[in-house]
């Protein structure tokens, strides 16, 4: 559920954010968060918006210490009947936490996938979001599933940003269909023509991953000089 967060909202309200670390820790364990008052809960949420998001790790703690005596479930099926966490949430709790495969489609992976493939039409329509799965998993790599999974969203929360995306820091803007198509500030309505993926391409997925290197992952770092 913080994945959505992380990018530009810590930076925007670092005190809030260290304010917020302090009460998880404070409540580490699910029974404890479970067993604190919502009112408490919702007070050290203060500045971070988002509020539906403190209710539902509230419920979720809560049901978590009820269902699973306190253990975090590692099923994704699990997790996707807890509040709050669909299937790109899940997977990406399952990847970054519990280095686990899982593809992960939020809003921003949806956009860089869409730009990226030039996928036609509307990402919020079934046919699509379909086909964007199917992306998704296909470029999910079975080693260092936690670095590409981070470096995947921070890709598009940052350079391939929902407007003026910075297409000349990109990594990826020399084989982005929507940048050669001049349609990457309308990743809604790109024109496909033929499709530019037709399999799994492990190259694309060892440039992605190349992003978290830059930023600083050692485990990265050493895994792209292997």
């Known amino acids: 559920m913080l994945a959505g967060m992380v990018t530009g909202l810590i930076s925007q309200n ?12 404070l409540h580490a364990r699910a029974a404890d968060l479970a ?4 009112d408490e809960v919702l007070h050290h949420w203060t500045g971070l918006g988002y509020y539906a998001r403190a209710r539902n ?7 978590i210490t009820r269902e699973h005596n306190g253990h975090f479930p590692e099923d994704p099926h699990e997790l996707e009947r807890l509040p709050g966490i669909g299937r790109s949430t899940a997977g ?4 970054i936490a519990g280095g686990q495969r899982h593809p992960i489609l939020d809003g921003n992976v949806k956009r860089v996938l869409t730009r990226y493939h030039g996928v ?14 199917e992306i998704a998993e296909r470029h999910t790599p079975r080693r260092r599933v936690a670095d590409y999974t981070q470096a995947i969203m921070d890709l598009g929360a ?3 940003a929902r407007s003026r995306p910075a297409c000349e820091r990109c990594p990826q803007s020399a084989d982005c269909r929507a940048l050669a198509l001049g349609r990457q500030a309308d990743p809604a309505t790109y024109v496909a023509g033929e499709s530019v993926f037709e ?10 991953y190349q992003v978290a290197a830059r930023h600083g992952s050692t485990e990265a770092q050493q895994d792209l000089t292997a």
């Open 199 to 208: 399999g799994p391409d492990l190259t694309q997925a060892h440039k992605w």
């Open 35 to 38: 067993a604190a008052d919502l």
């Open 14 to 25: 670092m005190p809030a954010w260290h304010a917020a670390c302090a009460a998880v820790w």
């Open 92 to 95: 990406a709790i399952l990847s």
């Open 120 to 133: 036609d039409g509307w990402p919020g329509r079934q046919a699509v979001k379909n086909q964007l799965w």
């Open 57 to 63: 790790l509230h419920r979720t703690a809560r049901q």
């Open 158 to 160: 940052t350079l391939c």
